[in-house]
């Protein structure tokens, strides 16, 4: 099944509260059909002209192609970083019952309660 229609978008942040946050946010709005928070992650990292480390939690999204822009413009409003890693990769193979479960999740209508 060609599978260039979709992605993995990977932000980060400082805290594992945040991470939650930006993780269901994401999941509420349709925007990723699953994400995954790994951490902690030491960062190294130059940020005004110094070389900073710290402790982050990794935040890994399933999307599609049709909603990255939507994705990425919740990521900026919603994070606390000025300058968020927000970095889209394409997903070159994967199952066609999780691909097809990936559009199902990110189009459909959400359900009445």
Request: negative net charge; charged residues 20%.
């Amino acid at each position: 099944m060609p599978t260039a229609e979709y992605l993995t978008v990977l932000t980060t942040t400082d805290s594992a509260d945040r991470a939650d946050e930006l993780a269901r946010g994401v999941i509420e709005a349709r925007l990723a059909a699953c994400a995954q928070i790994s951490a902690p992650v030491t960062s190294v990292y130059r940020w005004q002209n110094a070389v900073e480390t710290s402790e982050e939690w990794q935040v890994l999204f399933k999307t599609t192609v049709t909603a990255y822009a939507a994705l990425e413009a919740h990521l900026l409003a919603a994070h606390t970083y000025d300058t968020p890693e927000i970095i889209a990769t394409p997903v070159v193979r994967g199952s066609a019952g999780y691909l097809a479960w990936i559009v199902e999740e990110t189009t459909s209508e959400t359900p009445a309660p």
